[in-house]
């Protein structure tokens, strides 16, 4: 509509970014686990650089299902606090606005080796509002891709004590009438260094680069250098007998 059309694209400078995740995987019976999910997002600002100030907090929850020890599906909630981190000098009305999803998995497992692949399929459907008061919401829906490696450093299999190299790839698209010309919201390249402390507690941490498209300008990609620390936790609160394998019940 009488505006010119971009020649070519643009980047953004890239920001800095923090993440403390935890991942809850929590066996509720011998097919069903509750996943439970609390990330802290920290990005940059001109007043507090590189780990920066407050960016999103997110709580993800759900009810998986184990179809086999290759495969499991889930389906959830999440509601995501989003901050304002913008450097500008008109007054918004809100700092704070929650971004609400439904979302569902399907995760598959490949051993090979001493080794672990996976492929994840999420698709997330997503309500968000900018930070004006009363503006309204905008529904998106999300389709991610994961490919994802682990290897053991120090043991032929994964155990206690085991180190490993993790690295993965994400691939994030979106779809709805707001995205006009950028439905690529994110790729993620993310390589961590984990321990298993015991079967129902892992550490890690690593480095991600992403980059994506902005809702607002097709033409614009945005940048970010991301440090990532991940607690995984598998409690199970079945009873004794139901941990173990069905062989042992007539011994």
Do not use: C
Not at 6 to 32: A, D
Not at 87 to 111: C, G, K, L, S, T
Not at 210 to 220: I, K, Y
């Amino acid at each position: 509509y009488g505006q010119e059309e971009p020649e070519e694209s643009k980047f953004k400078e890239p920001v800095t970014k923090t993440w403390v995740n935890t991942y809850g995987n929590i066996r509720i019976s011998k097919r069903l686990f509750w996943v439970a999910q609390t990330h802290f997002r920290f990005e940059e600002t001109e007043s507090t650089p590189f780990a920066g100030q407050v960016g999103q907090i997110y709580n993800r929850h759900a009810i998986g299902y184990i179809y086999s020890k290759y495969f499991n599906v889930s389906l959830g909630g999440v509601l995501r606090l989003n901050f304002n981190t913008e450097a500008d000098p008109d007054p918004v009305d809100r700092n704070m606005v929650p971004e609400w999803r439904i979302w569902h998995e399907y995760m598959f497992a490949v051993p090979l080796s001493s080794m672990m692949f996976y492929h994840r399929i999420r698709i997330e459907h997503r309500w968000t509002q900018d930070f004006e008061e009363n503006s309204d919401y905008i529904f998106r829906n999300r389709w991610r891709y994961m490919f994802k490696a682990k290897i053991p450093i120090n043991s032929d299999k994964f155990q206690s004590e085991t180190f490993y190299f993790s690295p993965e790839a994400e691939l994030i698209m979106q779809s709805g009438k707001a995205v006009i010309g950028s439905p690529m919201e994110d790729l993620r390249l993310h390589a961590s260094v984990g321990y298993i402390i015991n079967p129902r507690m892992t550490v890690a941490t690593g480095l991600m680069y992403s980059q994506g498209q902005t809702l607002s300008d097709a033409s614009e990609y945005k940048q970010s250098w991301t440090l990532r620390f991940h607690l995984y936790f598998s409690p199970d609160f079945r009873k004794v007998k139901n941990k173990l394998p069905s062989i042992h019940l007539d011994d």
